[in-house]
């Protein structure tokens, strides 16, 4: 029994030492998304905040959690333009990209030199995302019926919500705040869909009859599942 835990301490140790050493490398970061919209009656602005992890070793041996692709945790960007009229800024399973994109690194991300880069902005570092990094678009024709989510064309917000609506800026702000999680507040029937489609459908399928609805489950709203109030 004494060699057995002697032996556990020795794993313990060779772990930390092999996490604190430069083989291995792990960043936790929390970003603002700030999406910026003008409309007629003025300036409405939505954010969110949402957290990256990523992780590299330069042993590549099959070690639990020793490398593990970067992973996104957090809940769509909603701007409330006012009149029952949502815009929903969804969050994807790459929407890591959007911090990479808003502070490039000169090489792969998700790699020790990619990871020590990021962990060395400071923050408050604030930059504009790119166009091609803006995430997927949404609304409801009713917001309590999942059923009627439309997909916006960024492009030509006028289509969707009137004329002279349109994206002034979408800013990505390292922060020191807390992961959002208040959207299961405007869309309580998020629990009900994380294993099916906003149609009800189990599987999506190119002759469904709103492609846009068959296309999203609740995941796209709230990474966190049917029980976040847990976690």
Known sequence: MKKLLIFIAVIAMSATAFAMSDLYV??????????????PEGIK?????????????KIKIDLPNATSPAKVRGEAVVIDLGNNQYLFGLVSWDAFRELYKSFPYAGPESTIEGVNFY????????????REAYPRFVTFKDIDNPTSVEAVDIDNLSEKFGESVKIQTITIELVDEPVTQTIKELLPWLNDYYNQRLDGQRFGTSKAENRTANSLSSGAFSTEGPNNANQ
């Open 45 to 57: 602005t939505g954010e969110v905040v949402r957290e990256i992890t990523d992780s590299d070793s």
């Open 119 to 130: 962990n060395s902005l400071p923050i408050g570092s604030k930059a504009e995302l790119p």
């Open 26 to 39: 792990s960043g936790d970061w929390h970003y603002k998304m700030t999406v910026t919209v003008d409309t």
